[in-house]
């Protein structure tokens, strides 16, 4: 019996890029996709190499050994992907990179207001700190897709507001392909 093997993907990125818009969107796709998110563990978990390897190995061994489907996202921060690239499996790992790095800082600045919830850990901030979020957010955008170009990871453009949805919904039904057919 052939059976199939699950997925693990990794989706990293800047905020509001869409990881975990995707994210949820997968596991609402009845296909047993569990999701773990790099931004409730932070510091404690990215930034110990160890602990995100094993975390990793984990997951790859129940796609294998159960056919589980996993998605971690994250920004990639303070795990990055240079230390991806020390990862002995990552050759094993779907890994996506969002990022906008063609929007400028005040855009960037307008989006992160316009779509904030009272739940986002942005809701309420001052203006000021919104901008200064907002040029980390295209400096990090930058950076993103030049580490993706020198390791030759997959960095998707996701842009803002309807783009943005149009890429996602299309990665998402790449995604589901992949995986129905593994």
Not at 91 to 117: Q, R
């Amino acid at each position: 019996m052939n059976e199939k093997k699950g997925k693990v993907i990794i989706i990293g990125g800047c905020p509001r890029t869409g990881k975990t818009t995707l994210s949820v969107k997968l596991v609402k796709s009845g296909l047993g996709f569990s999701k773990i998110s790099g931004d409730h563990f932070g510091d404690a978990l990215l930034g110990n190499f160890e602990q995100v390897k094993t975390l990793l190995e984990s997951l790859l061994e129940d796609a294998g050994a159960y056919g589980i489907n996993s998605i971690f996202d994250y920004y990639p921060d303070n795990f990055t992907l240079d230390d991806i690239k020390k990862l002995p499996f990552k050759d094993k790992l779907d890994m996506y990179f969002f990022g906008f790095p063609d929007i400028p800082v005040e855009e960037i600045k307008y989006y992160i207001k316009y779509y904030a919830v009272y739940t986002d850990w942005i809701y309420g901030c001052s203006d000021d700190y919104i901008g200064e979020v907002a040029k980390r957010i295209y400096d990090f955008n930058i950076k993103l897709k030049q580490d993706c170009e020198k390791y030759g990871y997959k960095f998707i453009n996701t842009g803002v507001g309807d783009e943005r949805n149009s890429i996602l919904d299309s990665l998402y039904e790449e995604i589901i392909d992949k995986c129905k057919n593994t």
